[in-house]
């Protein structure tokens, strides 16, 4: 029960709140200092701060964070009062960083085992080694998403950091993640030997400029996700000045918020974390109300989701068996009737479907399709299959 967790946890400082029946405070069930904590029977999502920095690496501030991003949001007005929304607070600080990892741990396991999507309010983006292994505690493959401009593979081998955080995932022992994808790295931050590391791991990558001139061709990217973490580093310095490490280039705010909405319409995303805001440094609290309103589209997102898997329900699917000169088996398709979008079927040995059932069934686009079509193999499958062999 989540309740044995509670020790972990603080109740939200509400103090400054102020919102009416139209809007997404009232609809949500907050753990305060007003209320008690929340009945989780039926929830839908849950909403929980991390007020830890110990981890950031420049960027000291973002400890306090989650209460400043929840007055923004809460202030926003509820369009989807259908669903059962709570917030369970914030998680106590432990005495050493990896206590605080261990609590998230616990906290996140509980709500992905009982199909609640989680969202995280950090604190630095460290902790999504915490929530990496609340999938490692249950044996689950996992795919991680970071909205990100460096890669956060780091040098130090001992140290837990947000610029090291992913090497650290990557290394960890036994290994969980089955994929890792960058959207939004910026050249010139990252050292040119890690970027040819990354793909040497057949790990998936999307510069800047690449994701934002089709943002619709990066959704299967998302959509194929357990894992989204959003740092704030990744939105030019114009649009969220509550960074230390933003620059002058990056998403844009609505680009974001897309990024956000095809994270909460994505039925396999579990959790999704917003890191490393700077309260210290925003103007106006700008930042802060562009990460409210990111997590209201995460939320308008997940308004909309359907389950689908063309593997398990033919009849509101076409499926498209493409010939290929490169493959003898050719490569096989699938469009949803329902909400258009696209999966490809990647060969796998019957022996390791089994393990593999989330991984060998990928999204993917149009342009994938029509890729394909013209006896090219699309970059999305031949990643996955040189995973799978």
């Known amino acids: 029960m989540i309740s044995d967790y509670q020790i972990y946890l603080n109740p939200v400082d509400d103090t400054n709140f102020s919102f009416n029946k139209s809007q997404l405070g009232y ?11 929340p009945d989780l029977i039926g929830i839908d999502i849950a909403i929980i701060g991390v007020p830890e920095e110990r981890g950031s690496k420049n960027n000291l501030g973002s400890s306090i964070s989650p209460d400043i991003i929840r007055e923004q949001l809460y202030s926003l007005y509820n369009h989807h009062d259908h669903l059962k929304i709570v917030d369970v607070g914030n998680i106590k600080s432990g005495k050493e960083l990896t206590d605080t990892y261990f609590a998230l741990q616990e906290i996140v396991r509980y709500f992905i085992s009982n199909k609640i999507l989680v969202i995280i ?140 909405r095809y994270a909460g319409i994505s039925d396999r995303v579990s959790s999704i974390g917003f890191y490393e805001y700077n309260s210290l440094l925003d103007i106006n ?41 490169i493959f003898e088996n050719g490569l096989i398709f699938y469009k949803s009737n329902i909400t258009n979008r696209w999966w490809m079927e990647v060969e796998c040995p019957d022996d390791l479907k089994e393990k593999y059932a989330t991984s060998y069934l990928v999204s993917c686009s149009y342009n994938d399709y029509l890729e394909a079509c013209s006896d090219k193999v699309p970059q999305r499958w031949m990643q996955v299959l040189k995973k799978l062999l």
Request: charged share 20%.
């Open 121 to 260: 309010l950090g604190g630095s983006n460290d902790l999504v080694f915490g929530n990496y292994l609340a999938y490692e505690k249950l044996n689950k493959l996992v795919n991680i998403t970071c909205i990100d401009s460096r890669f956060d593979i780091g040098e130090n081998e001992t140290e837990h950091t947000s610029d090291s955080y992913i090497g650290k995932i990557i290394m960890h022992k036994p290994n969980y993640l089955f994929n890792y994808t960058n959207i939004g790295y910026q050249s010139y931050y990252n050292d040119y030997n890690i970027v040819k590391s990354m793909d040497s791991l057949y790990f998936d990558m999307f510069r800047l400029g690449v994701a934002r001139s089709n943002l619709v061709d990066i959704e299967p990217a998302i959509r194929n996700s357990d894992i989204i973490s959003f740092d704030i580093s990744s939105i030019k310095r114009s649009d969220a000045p509550g960074n230390l490490l933003n620059g002058p280039n990056g998403f844009t705010g609505d680009e974001f918020c897309t990024l956000a």
């Open 27 to 37: 609809g949500v069930n907050i753990y305060s200092k007003k209320k008690s904590f």
């Open 285 to 325: 609290f700008q930042t802060a109300e562009l990460i409210a309103q990111a997590i209201w589209y995460v939320i308008d997102g997940y308004s909309c989701r359907i389950e689908e898997n063309p593997l398990k329900d033919l009849v509101n699917f076409t499926k498209y068996h493409v010939n290929s000169n």
